[in-house]
DNA sequence: TTTAGTATTTGAATGTCACTCATAATTTTT
DNA sequence: AAAAATTATGAGTGACATTCAAATACTAAA
């Protein structure tokens, strides 16, 4: 297995994804980008899926890398939280091809939406469950709210805003005014 | 245009896709359902994804309507939101084919995700900006936080909750208690 | 009721890929 | 340096989505 090879390939693929979107991208385009044949593509990854999948768990390791190291500098639950939601929409804002792969073109596949198990999805979940749980445990939140349905209901949100301002030609939507408007719903709830 | 055969068409592909997926779906197999040839399908519907895509605005009418009666009935804004969640996972629970459509078939297709500039989406989420406006006007809610961000964190997380729900093959998770779960965090925020 | 015109329907044919596999090139082992 | 093993190639295959020339079903004027 030459990780060299494999490299470029993915390589090459991020970029024709990100340009032509997961669908309308040829594998010959891609193999092409690369430097080899069609065919060699099928040596590295079973299927078109499978590169963005690929693309997925290997990008996903310095992210998470990232939150977590930047959570563990937070002493407060609340400062954890703050920091999951800022990072994530920093880094929609800063890498937006990126963030196009992870939030649009790998929902087109159908291998990811079913079947898929991913472990990297999982783990960048369960950065917010664990801030939770410690929340809970310090007495900083409240003990009724599930820490599994809290991680999705706080993924979710961020998720719909990034699509949303990952889709918008203009951009002119704020990320750090949401972030913020994030913070207060999730934490303070809105109740006057 | 022949509307009993258009409806005959959308209703033989309602049930192709929530069986075959839309990526598996063959249109001769919608066309052989509806009792029609292939290419009829075409005079109807440009492509496969318009085919998805009307499904999703022709069935949208009813859930939007009965969600707009329901919320009308309410007499808080508080009352309001929270009929919208709880009303939104009963959606969900009580038409699982349905649900698993439009969350996960409809973003499988590109035209879908890119390019379209849904009405009857926009529409679904107007019924909870509205709600918060008008929750913000009569001194329930913070006047700080900005309605269009809202609808996309209280959607978003309900959005994630549903798919997870339609996803999970086991379905052991209660809808009844991820509503209730997600109408505190929302409504009074996790501090404790 | 024919007939000519118009609208609708048909399904075989076309084009576009993802993916395969027999062959070739390269590297490793002897 | 020859044989064996590994890796790479790209023309070929099959599976659809989509098209379109021909057929069929209407409509209405004579």
Redesign the interface.
């Known amino acids: 297995m030459d990780t060299v090879k494999r490299t470029k390939i993915l390589q090459a693929a991020i970029k024709v994804f990100a340009r032509d ?4 991208a040829k594998v010959e385009e891609i193999a092409r980008q690369a430097g080899v044949a069609t065919g060699t593509t099928y040596l590295y990854f079973t299927n078109k899926d499978d590169i963005l999948i690929s693309i997925f768990e290997e990008e996903m390791v310095p992210i998470i890398d990232n939150m977590k190291n930047n959570l563990l500098r937070k002493k407060t639950a ?1 400062e954890k939280l703050e920091a999951f939601i800022t990072g994530h929409l920093t880094m929609v804002r800063e890498k937006p091809d990126m963030a196009q792969l992870l939030e ?1 073109e790998l ?4 291998k990811f ?2 079947g898929y198990n991913g472990t990297k999805y999982k783990e960048y979940l369960n950065i917010i469950s664990e801030a ?1 749980i410690f ?1 809970q445990s310090n ?8 820490p599994t ?2 991680k ?10 990034s699509m ?1 301002w990952t ?1 918008s030609k203009s951009r002119k939507i704020d990320l750090e ?2 972030a913020d ?2 913070i ?9």
């Open positions: 979107g997961f669908f309308n609340r649009l929902r087109q596949s159908s939406i079913h939770f929340g007495g900083e939140f409240k003990k009724e709210i599930h349905i809290f999705q209901i706080l993924f979710g949100a961020l998720d719909q805003i949303n889709l005014d949401s408007q994030i207060k719903v999730i934490l303070d709830g809105i109740a006057a």
